[in-house]
Nanobody
């Protein structure tokens, strides 16, 4: 079993950058880990997912070319580097186990959310 804890959210101006971190415990290296977000008044959507080896990553179309997911299995960490942030990126971001089947889907394990606010 794996446990996840997200951190790194905050307030950033449009065009700015932020890096989210997801700290894991347990059998971390057995799972693909991803990021999901939920904007105010909207449903939860998949942002990115990285496989257990860290050599394959997938991105939702709205964040392609701006966000980069990475993982360090030795440290049991997953990161989401977010560049060129837009107001529409404002959301609570969650890390979770994930799968890729015609899209990014969450697994059963979720961390708590971290709020990202993009505003001038």
């Amino acid at each position: 079993e794996v446990q996840l804890q997200a951190s790194g959210g905050g307030l950033v101006q449009p065009g700015g950058s932020l890096r989210l971190s997801c700290a894991a415990s347990g059998e971390f290296e057995d799972f693909s880990i991803g990021w999901f977000r939920q904007a105010p008044g909207k449903g939860r959507e998949g942002v990115s997912c990285i496989n257990f080896r860290g050599d394959a990553a997938f991105y939702a179309d709205p964040v392609k070319g701006r966000f980069t997911i990475s993982r360090d299995n030795a440290k049991k960490m997953v990161y989401l580097q977010m560049n060129s942030l837009k107001p529409e990126d404002t959301a609570v971001y969650y890390c979770a186990t994930c799968t890729i089947v015609g899209g990014i889907w969450p697994g059963d394990v979720w961390g708590q959310g971290t709020l990202v606010t993009v505003s001038s």
